[in-house]
């Protein structure tokens, strides 16, 4: 069944001629719409393979790949909104494992899902990948949490 103009209310970037890309960071750019089947848990992920930021020392740009897995609640991020967000690091200084723990925080808030991780998979520098891994799980997923950790230790 087709999404009514009331349940599209909050998208306001999807299918907008006008986009407008940031160069700083900006959250506040997320959008979400409502979960069609909240009763049933689904996983939801999310590539970005042209994740680009910024060294906090150097300036220098870092590659990398951004991974996000989600088991939604009500609410779930709008695609085009979160690719504009992910942009808006392009000019943004932090390291790696700063930009991953923030991707997760600002889903967290915009979405409050039952369980989000988000992986950070860049390029070498210096000779040196960084994997960066978070993850957050409500108390029912809380054995998900500990087990994605592990496995990502191994």
Same mark, same amino acid.
């Given at each position: 069944?087709? $999404? %009514?103009?009331? @349940?599209?209310?909050?998208?306001?970037?999807?299918?907008?001629?006008? %986009?407008?890309?940031?160069?700083?960071?900006?959250?506040?750019?997320?959008?979400?719409?409502?979960?069609?089947?909240?009763?049933?848990?689904?996983?939801?992920?999310?590539?970005?393979?042209?994740? %680009?930021?910024?060294?906090?020392? %150097?300036?220098?740009?870092?590659?990398?790949?951004?991974?996000? $897995?989600?088991?939604?609640?009500?609410?779930?991020?709008?695609?085009?909104?979160?690719?504009?967000?992910?942009?808006?690091?392009?000019?943004?200084?932090?390291?790696? @494992?700063?930009?991953?723990?923030?991707?997760?925080?600002?889903?967290?808030?915009?979405?409050?899902?039952?369980? /989000?991780?988000?992986?950070? $998979?860049?390029?070498?520098?210096?000779? /040196?990948?960084?994997?960066?891994?978070?993850?957050?799980?409500?108390? @029912?997923?809380?054995?998900?949490?500990?087990?994605?950790?592990?496995?990502?230790?191994?």
């Amino acid at each position: 069944m087709p $999404r %009514t103009k009331k @349940e599209l209310q909050g998208v306001t970037l999807l299918g907008s001629q006008g %986009t407008k890309y940031e160069f700083g960071y900006k959250p506040g750019v997320l959008e979400a719409f409502d979960n069609k089947h909240p009763e049933r848990e689904y996983l939801v992920t999310l590539v970005c393979p042209e994740f %680009t930021s910024l060294c906090p020392k %150097t300036g220098q740009p870092d590659f990398g790949k951004i991974i996000i $897995r989600y088991i939604q609640r009500v609410k779930m991020v709008e695609s085009k909104s979160l690719k504009l967000y992910l942009f808006s690091f392009r000019n943004h200084g932090d390291f790696h @494992e700063d930009c991953v723990n923030v991707i997760m925080k600002d889903l967290l808030d915009l979405m409050n899902p039952r369980y /989000i991780e988000v992986e950070g $998979r860049f390029n070498p520098r210096g000779g /040196i990948s960084i994997l960066p891994f978070a993850n957050w799980g409500d108390a @029912e997923h809380q054995d998900m949490v500990r087990a994605r950790l592990l496995a990502k230790m191994e």
